[in-house]
Nanobody
Framework: VQLQASGGGLVQPGGSLRLSCEAS????????MGWYRQAPGKERELVAT???????NYADSVKGRSIISRDSAEKTVDLRINSLKSEDTAVYYC????????????????WGQGTQVTVSS
């Protein structure tokens, strides 16, 4: 299973960004998709997740200015964050919890390579 993330880069304060992630490979079914981030000197933290039923969960820090969405057929998850702040600067990681095959019900976690988001003027 591979996760390919795109988006990010340098964004001005108050601006918006859109991150996309596509899962590929041996995938029988996807449970939860989401985004996490890690700022320098800090632990990785949840930004937003969305389950197979389309129910989203947001960190308090981005709630009200973020939207996460998924396309189950395309195996993609998108995150849009508006009103960006310097505190949003971090490496953003795509995360997927999925079932790789049909004969093993075990769910496994996969991470993307990380994409840098820098909010600065």
């Amino acid at each position: 299973v591979q996760l390919q993330a795109s988006g990010g880069g340098l964004v001005q304060p108050g601006g918006s960004l859109r991150l996309s992630c596509e899962a590929s490979g041996s995938i029988f079914g996807i449970n939860t998709m989401g985004w996490y981030r890690q700022a320098p000197g800090k632990e990785r933290e949840l930004v937003a997740t969305i389950n197979s039923g389309g129910v989203a969960n947001y960190a308090d820090s981005v709630k009200g200015r973020s939207i996460i969405s998924r396309d189950s057929a395309e195996k993609t998850v998108d995150l849009r964050i508006n009103s960006l702040k310097s505190e949003d600067t971090a490496v953003y990681y795509c995360h997927v919890n999925l079932r790789p095959n049909g004969w093993n019900p075990q769910l496994l976690d996969y991470w993307g390579q990380g994409t840098q988001v820098t909010v600065s003027s």
